[in-house]
Structures are given as C-alpha cells and as structure tokens.
C-alpha cells in the first residue's frame, strides 16, 4: 500500500487490541504509534498527529477527561474517534460535546474502523474545495450564491439549517446520512441537540419541497437520502 502522509495515535489499554489496529492501519499506508494509557499519550507530541483513535474506558483517566484535556487545556483541534463498549445516548452525547468526531462501539470490525478514519479524515483535512455552481434536479435548483432555492421560477424560503441539510443531501446524492451524522455535520459542536432535531427539519423540508418531496426518503434503521424514484 502507498504511504500517505497521514498519522495516527492508537490510544488503549488493551494491548492485542492495540496491535491488530496498528498493524492494519499501517498496512493501509498510515504513520501510526500507540499509547497505553491516557497518561502516556500526553507524553507524545499531540500535534504532530492527524487522528486520535482513543478508547473511553482506561486505567485513572479515561478517554473522556483526556479528550477534555485536549480541547479545554491544550485548545488543540486533532480529529478524535472515541472506541468503546460503552453505547447508552448519554454516554454518545458526551462524547460528542467534548469535540469527538465519531464514536465506534465494540466490538468491530478493522475493515469499519479504515472507513471512518478515511471518512473522518477526509472531512477535516479534505482539500478538495465545494463548487458554488447551483444544483439542478429537474425543475428543482439550490443557488449556493443566493442560497436560495427555487422550483420552478418560485423561490422557496428556507431557514439557514434547511438551507444546508438539503445541500449536503443534494450534494451527495443516494448517500444515506444517519440522523447523527447530519447533526455532526450541520450543527455546531457546542450545540446540543436531539436526534428528533434531525426529523423534524427533514419533515418541513418535505413540505416544502412540494412535489419534490418525496425525494427526500428515510431509511427505516439508517437515516435519510435525497433519491429519485427509480423509473
């Protein structure tokens, strides 16, 4: 595999762990080291890495009051994948509010943490620029100019969160978005909002999409995508 110029801190206690997820990350062309404990990680030159993979549940401190270090004390703004077996709401919102990116829960498979490191990765240190040029599905227009949308020749009013959910649907079209991602990627960090947030600015989109709406199709278990009816 090609190296890339990406690097990784692998932070966990769980030493097997540690070097499945080394040796499988290396294989895919990333720099990466490991730290055993929150207390080692601090010994490291944090900004030198790309992405912190860091397990939540660890010896006298675990990865959420690292991660708090991190962002409150050393004001730095390294991607942070939080692992752990821990799945309860509140304990996924904390992890979201202290500036996670994204949440793995155990077990996993290698191949599901590659794919959202690359996705992580691309969101944040991604070069490539958005085109401001408008997005047309048939008589439906998004003008990122005017940021504006039009059917037909009538304009549609749009609120600012509306404005851009649709966008990143249109933008990405048959993707499907589960309601956490849209929130990650709509709203800022310091916000905290509900899952049913996400429904209900789809809902009013709906509305107002007219005969567009539906287009914008939810996927039972897995969230939402804009879709044309298949022919």
């Known amino acids: ?24 990350l290396d294989g895919e062309g990333f ?4 730290a055993h404990s ?6 490291k030159d944090l900004r030198s890495f790309d992405l912190i993979l860091l397990d939540v549940m660890m010896g006298e401190m675990s990865g959420f009051k690292l991660a708090k270090k991190l962002r409150t004390e050393q ?11 821990k799945t309860a709401e509140d304990d996924l919102l904390t992890g979201f509010n202290l500036g996670g990116d994204d949440y793995i829960t155990k077990p996993f498979s290698v191949k599901e943490v590659i794919v ?12 490539e620029s ?21 059917i ?24 499907i978005f589960s309601r956490e991602e849209i929130l990650r990627r709509i709203w800022d960090d310091r916000t905290i909002v509900s899952d049913r947030t996400t ?18 199709r939810t996927k039972p278990g897995y969230g939402y995508a804009f879709e044309k009816p298949a022919k």
């Open 75 to 85: 004001a730095l703004t390294i991607p942070i994948i939080f692992i752990t077996a």
């Open 31 to 34: 720099g990466t080291e490991v």
């Open 199 to 216: 429904d209900v600015h789809i809902t009013r989109l709906r509305k107002k999409l007219g005969p567009y709406g539906k287009y914008l």
């Open 1 to 24: 595999m090609e190296k890339n110029d990406y690097k990784i801190l692998i932070v966990d206690d769980e030493e097997d762990l540690c070097e499945i997820l080394q040796f499988n």
């Open 38 to 43: 929150a207390e080692e990680a601090l010994t």
């Open 116 to 127: 959202r490191v690359r996705a992580v990765l691309k969101r944040v240190h991604g070069k």
């Open 130 to 150: 958005r085109s401001k040029a408008p997005i047309l599905v048939d008589d439906l227009k998004l003008s990122f100019k005017k940021r504006k949308l039009y």
């Open 152 to 175: 037909g020749k009538q304009e549609v009013e749009l609120t600012k969160k509306e404005f851009e959910i649709l966008a990143l649907l249109l933008r990405n079209e048959g993707v």
